[in-house]
């Protein structure tokens, strides 16, 4: 499984608060626990700053990277912000995270996906907002796979979110992105799934069982890999064991 650290996200209170107060020790004890609890990526995400958003990447990207080796999955919708992301990265491949097929973040980011070595993370979003079936979120991640492709990306750089959205909001959500990772691993089996795992139980209680048997569900049906807290044992331990009984290579 690949798994992206999540927890420096600026939508997050504590990591806002951490931003704005420039505390270098929160942020980079945050990156080495995430490293050391077995992440592949640390997520760096500073998108609640309309205004400096800019700054407080820069800034936090390189505290992150002071303390850790593990490349970065850049984590903005805007184009500025990932062309600072990918220019200040160090350590290995950096990924994308993410690319839509919305007109003005695509127009944004895809020269960015294919002029970089990057892998980029697409989104199952188009113009018309987050569909609610499996099959609009397959057509419209066969036009991304299809268009990066054809500008000269590798398809092994690729992965696509199958989009996880909350059960809160509609108790169907589990099986379309289900039914989506199933639809996307048949026409594209060299695509890697990942998708923002936790989603799925957000205003729900027990979120972390919830999120445990989702990961489950998931994997067994084609799953690559998620962002999650990597902090987080026991589905550290669920992903191992998934593995084994899946013959996956962890």
Known sequence: M????????????????????????????????QDEGGANFIDVNAGAFVFDELEKL???????????????????????????????????????????????????????????????????????????DADTRMKIADGIINDLIKAGKSIQDIAIDPLTTPLSVNTNFGLTVIETIKKIKSSFPDVKLITGLSNISYGLPARKQINRAFMVACMVNGLDGALIDPLDATMMSIILASEAILNKDP
């Open 2 to 33: 690949i798994i992206v650290g999540e927890l420096i996200n600026s939508t997050r209170k504590k990591i806002k608060e951490a931003m704005e107060q420039k505390d270098a020790e929160y942020i980079r004890n945050l990156a080495v626990k």
């Open 58 to 132: 820069e800034w936090s990207i390189n505290e992150v990277q002071s303390v850790t080796k593990k490349p970065l999955a850049i984590d903005s919708p805007r184009g500025e912000a990932m062309a600072l992301g990918l220019k200040l990265h160090k350590n290995g491949k950096p990924m994308i995270n993410s690319i839509t097929k919305e007109s003005d973040r695509w127009k944004q980011v895809f020269p960015l996906a294919v002029e970089t070595d990057s892998y980029v993370l697409g989104l199952c979003i188009d113009d018309s907002g987050i569909p609610d």
